[in-house]
Nanobody, 117 residues
Framework: QVQLVESGGGLVQPGGSLRLSCAAS????????WGWYRQAPGNQRELVAG???????NYADSVKGRFTISRDSAKNTVYLQMNSLKPEDTAVYYC???????????WGQGTQVTVSS
């Protein structure tokens, strides 16, 4: 079994920054690829950023140039650095992990990010 625990959410003003973390525990050999998703009220959950086992990254167009996904394999942790935050980035952010893209069944509980003045 794998547990993913997010942290780092909160309230930030427009233009500010936050760094989300997601730590894996349990059968961590099952985690090789990671993703960050978000879901705003009334919207579907959407992929924000992903990173593969070879550290290839991809981003939603709406966050390119502002967000950066990275991983620390020694700590079994993935990060999402979010800069130049906008009110439309407000959502619950979820960590997702698994063996590879297309086989990522593990989810964290979510962390709220609110961008507001």
């Amino acid at each position: 079994q794998v547990q993913l625990v997010e942290s780092g959410g909160g309230l930030v003003q427009p233009g500010g920054s936050l760094r989300l973390s997601c730590a894996a525990s349990g059968s961590i050999f099952s985690i090789n690829a990671w993703g960050w998703y978000r879901q705003a009220p009334g919207n579907q959950r959407e992929l924000v950023a992903g990173i593969t086992g070879t550290s290839t990254t991809n981003y939603a167009d709406s966050v390119k140039g502002r967000f950066t996904i990275s991983r620390d394999s020694a700590k079994n942790t993935v990060y999402l650095q979010m800069n130049s935050l906008k009110p439309e980035d407000t959502a619950v952010y979820y960590c997702n992990g698994g063996l590879r893209v297309g086989l990522m069944p593990y989810w964290g509980q979510g962390t709220q990010v609110t961008v507001s003045s």
